[in-house]
DNA sequence: CAGTCATATAACCAACAGGGCATACTGAGT
DNA sequence: ACTCAGTATGCCCTGTTGGTTATATGACTG
């Protein structure tokens, strides 16, 4: 499934969720509330997250809790390296440019 | 608008054209040939990219040269920057975890 | 200015995505 | 077994997206 991380990211209530998760393992429940959305929306992001690998579940009772899985984000993390100098190089120039005025 | 990069790199066609032009400035007929895309389709991307600031037009008599414009991916580099970490310490600790086995 | 090349736009369409509500499932506690 | 908490799924509806064909625009050419 190349490419599949690029969708995924294009959502931005699945970007919070992420992001999140970043900071700790989390239930369903805690998602909802934190993004204040409804509970049947959250676990059509998280099905779409799982299917992606983006991220695992962890059942604890009657709750499921949501982990992290960074790795399929590599893709994204690789395709764009090659712009990075691009824009880092823009800013180069500007910070040159900014130089040359004071002078 | 933001967000808008993520939207516009969802679709894989876009992700191409952006990797065309990031070797050089084209135009669209060439784009259009390259891609094996129709001329509408492509003119319709470009035009996706256009408004997220992704690319810049130059006209050349008849013929719009395009060129990439890289600093909106700036964005979607930075939300990444701290997952980056996360997909390296993984493979980190995988080579640690191959490295118990022969021992 | 008639013709033509290069590109953009319009109109239309099929597919899909994301939200809402209602409902089904699952595990715990009683 | 009944019930409740927590979560997943099904179904419907609506907006958006990407593609197609046909047509408009704009610039050069004879």
Redesign the interface.
Known sequence: MP?LP??V??E?QR?RI?DLL?EEERPVGELVALLAASQPAVSKHLRVLREAGLVEVRTDAQRRLYR?R??P??E??E??E???R??ER?LDDLERHLGTIPG
């Open positions: 490419g690029f969708d990211l294009a931005p970007r992420l970043r992290l960074a790795e984000l590599r994204v993390g395709w764009l090659p712009y990075r691009l824009w823009r």
